[in-house]
């Protein structure tokens, strides 16, 4: 006789850590969702005037696009960290929180941008965000990296500086924006975020030989 199904017991770190993510995409995604909701076509442009209320909107939309590739940035940093977790831990979960309450604020600094443009505190408040949520990151990264035998994954042992250098990268961007802004070079401050891919290039610099994929190895066991 055939015994009955019995269901396997979930394990409850494979949960928590399920949890952990999924979360985590949801406030992302989320917070894409807002940069695009704050998008409002001004008042007085009907149908036959509408490539004329998005010129007028050109401030709105250039603080929407740097922002979504911002966040995209932090997104794909984010996600490559976490994959590389090997267990649920509480450490991680809590600085994970400080780092999703700081891309939260994104929305309303664009919104300033968009509104003042760049030449005001509105600008130096988007650039503190984004300096913020840089270093909330990197504080992940140490807490993640804290103890790699017990928290990592095999495979992402000793890329502690690679992660915290791409966590820097818009944060060390935007802290030259901020600077050039308070001295008054308000045309220079504007561009700061062209400087972001070069620390992530970077990193890539201070990337560890790949070791060999073991045959019959699952996709989270790949190399970030």
């Known amino acids: 006789m055939d015994e009955p199904f019995r269901p396997e017991t979930p394990d409850p770190q494979r949960l928590l850590l399920t949890r952990l993510l999924l979360f985590s995409d949801a406030v992302f995604a989320i917070v894409l969702t807002l940069l695009a909701l704050d998008l409002r076509m001004p008042s007085g442009f009907d149908d036959a005037h509408l490539y004329q ?53 994104t929305p309303f600094t664009t919104t300033l941008v968009g509104d003042d443009g760049t030449l005001g505190n509105g600008w130096r408040l988007y650039c503190a965000s984004i300096i913020a949520i840089s270093l909330a990151q990197v504080a992940l990264v140490f807490v993640s990296h804290r103890d790699e035998p017990r928290l990592l994954l095999d495979a992402h042992h ?3 500086w690679v992660r915290v250098l791409r966590a820097c990268a818009p944060g060390i961007a935007f802290a030259i924006g901020l600077v050039l802004s308070l001295v008054g070079l308000h045309l220079l401050a504007s561009l700061c975020w062209v400087l972001t891919p070069l620390p992530l290039l970077a990193g890539r610099w201070l990337e560890p030989p790949s070791a060999p994929s073991a045959p019959g190895a699952t996709e989270p066991e790949a190399i970030a």
């Open 53 to 105: 209320g998005l010129v007028a909107m050109k401030g709105e939309l250039t603080a929407f696009t740097i922002s979504f590739a911002l966040v995209g940035v932090f997104w794909i940093s984010h996600l490559t960290l976490l994959r590389a977790l090997a267990r649920f831990d509480w450490g991680v979960a809590i600085a994970n929180l400080v780092f999703l309450f700081t891309v939260t604020v």
């Open 158 to 160: 000793g890329r502690l």
